[in-house]
């Protein structure tokens, strides 16, 4: 599949901006955000809760004289408290004031896609659906998703609303997707789109550390048979990342943090290469880390 919903303005197959790392400095951000756009990404992703709803005015600010030519993406439904500390909020009420909240950070009259960012099977999905269904109904959101790795939840999203994505964490030290959330999502035509990738670096020579299930030395050698094939192939270990969760059907764009000019160049470098992985290194790729699944949320 490999789509979102088949609209033209939507990238497929590519990379994404992960605007949460960006830095303070407006300016080097504005300059950072801008050159991505002009050379080819097109999704930018942020939440009202990044920085406080500053990062969403940092993002509004640098692609609004590019907006009609941009998808900008972002969350709701986590609360900030007078302690500072976050709830869950998933009430109609609380998502329609959100989304008049973003507008105004953003400088912009619509999102383009709206992300519930989290959800549990306790909250009060149909009530959650009726506000984006509204919003959409007035224009203020193109389309909705959501942003989660529970498999109960994504089910009851795939089956009760007309969510166009899912934001997960998906990768090699991260292969619990594949179990059976990235076959139903293929299946209902719903495009995923992947965070975490790279597994916060891990997978392109960051020092190995323990990561999920995984040990130190499990996660060295899952990113040394990474590198290894890169070498093979004459790219690098970004590529192969990146190549090893495009071989899912059903995911349409990753989203990579990138707060330096480096590591935008990367990214979309990365993209200039973007090629499909073959099936025996994929074989080899999944040989070298041991699987596991979901514990909770089933």
Known sequence: MNTLLGQSDLAVNTVSFGC???S???KSNQQLLR???????TLFDTADIYQDGINEMLVGEALAPL????????KVGNQRQPDGSLSWNPSKDYIVKSAENSLKRLGTDYIDLYQLHGG???DDIDETIEAFELLK???KIRWYGISSIRPNVIREYVDRSNIISVMMQYSLLDRRPEESVLGLLEER????IVRGAVASGLLIGKEPVTYLQFTDSEVAKAAKTLSAIASELGTDSLDVALAYVFA???????ALGMRTPLQLDEALRAMERMRAIDPQHLTVLRHAVREFTYDNHR
């Open 35 to 41: 050159k991505a756009a002009e050379e080819g990404i």
């Open 20 to 22: 949460m790392s960006l």
């Open 137 to 139: 109904q007035q224009g």
């Open 24 to 26: 303070d400095n407006s």
């Open 189 to 192: 035509g719903i495009s995923t």
């Open 248 to 254: 899912e059907p059903a995911v349409s764009t990753v």
């Open 67 to 74: 907006r009609h030519e941009v998808v900008i993406a972002t």
């Open 120 to 122: 549990t099977a306790e």
